[in-house]
């Protein structure tokens, strides 16, 4: 897979004397961990533990912790942590910078880390903007590997916990308090995840978006959605018990995909 520049990605810079530990107290990940070879990935949740954001983290060379985005909540983002900043030593500013992404470890000329989320992702990397659109094709790399992205996630719609960050890295159980950490915690330790992000591949049109059981009842909804061939595949936000199928999108049948990141939680009997 080539590099692709992430036109739909933007980055803000949090930089001071309180960086580290303002974002640690914010961030559903541990930040402490952050380093230059070592993103990661993390969300700004409500307090009621929904994902009100979804970001990736990276180490900048002065010191400072750039944040990766979706372009179209930047500000909104900007804004929100902004509220909470109070007198900390800590600013908060937008970039011209970059987003690139590529797949796999092939001869590129310019290697950033890998992925946080998923190592077969391959790597990303924060940097001067480029110019030709990559986003679409990134998307459908994505996508394939049935990772969710920020269009998938949305704001304040589901529990984060419901995104699969538990399994793409995206949450640490071990790190102190941060917002939403409550309920997230309580979903982890009752192993009460009962619906999920999953990949489905379908062919025809989604109709209403509405993923369907046997007898017609909705047990999920699309959220975004690639051709694949003669085939799309999509991320639904679905209820894990119905991942057995059959199910139908659109009026045509629909099967869920299991990667290895995510098979063992769309097992019979995860959900109960």
């Known amino acids: 897979?080539?590099?692709?520049?992430?036109?739909?990605?933007?980055?803000?810079?949090?930089?001071?004397?309180?960086?580290?530990?303002?974002?640690?107290?914010?961030?559903?990940?541990?930040?402490?961990?952050?380093?230059?070879?070592?993103?990661?990935?993390?969300?700004?949740?409500?307090?009621?533990?929904?994902?009100?954001?979804?970001?990736?983290?990276?180490?900048?060379?002065?010191?400072?912790?750039?944040?990766?985005?979706?372009?179209?909540?930047?500000?909104?983002?900007?804004?929100?942590?902004?509220?909470?900043?109070?007198?900390?030593?800590?600013?908060?500013?937008?970039?011209?910078?970059?987003?690139?992404?590529?797949?796999?470890?092939?001869?590129?000329?310019?290697?950033?880390?890998?992925?946080?989320?998923?190592?077969?992702?391959?790597?990303?990397?924060?940097?001067?903007?480029?110019?030709?659109?990559?986003?679409?094709?990134?998307?459908?790399?994505?996508?394939?590997?049935?990772?969710?992205g920020s269009a998938d996630i949305g704001n304040d719609e589901f529990l984060w916990l419901e995104t699969d960050a538990d399994l793409l890295a995206g949450v640490s159980f071990t790190k102190g308090c941060y917002v939403g950490q409550e309920n997230t915690a309580r979903m982890h330790h009752r192993d009460k995840v009962r619906r999920r992000m999953v990949p489905v591949r379908f062919a025809g049109n989604a109709g209403d978006a509405v993923l369907r059981d046997a007898a017609g009842r909705s047990v999920g909804t699309l959220r975004s959605h690639r051709a694949a061939g003669e085939t799309s595949i999509g991320i639904v936000h679905m209820r894990v018990e119905a991942a057995e199928g059959p199910l139908s999108l659109g009026g045509m049948a629909a099967e869920v995909l299991r990667p290895g990141w995510l098979a063992g939680a769309l097992t019979p009997g995860e959900a109960a």
């Open 1 to 148: 897979m080539p590099t692709h520049f992430l036109e739909d990605r933007a980055v803000l810079r949090i930089a001071g004397a309180d960086a580290v530990p303002f974002l640690q107290g914010l961030l559903t990940n541990d930040v402490t961990a952050l380093a230059p070879d070592r993103p990661l990935y993390a969300g700004l949740l409500s307090p009621q533990g929904k994902a009100l954001f979804d970001m990736l983290l990276f180490a900048g060379a002065d010191g400072a912790i750039l944040v990766d985005v979706a372009a179209t909540r930047a500000e909104a983002l900007a804004r929100r942590l902004g509220m909470y900043r109070m007198r900390k030593a800590v600013t908060i500013d937008p970039t011209p910078l970059g987003v690139f992404a590529c797949g796999g470890d092939g001869d590129h000329v310019h290697h950033g880390p890998a992925d946080p989320r998923l190592p077969e992702l391959g790597r990303r990397w924060v940097g001067d903007a480029g110019s030709e659109p990559g986003a679409a094709a990134y998307d459908s790399h994505r996508i394939a590997f049935g990772v969710p």
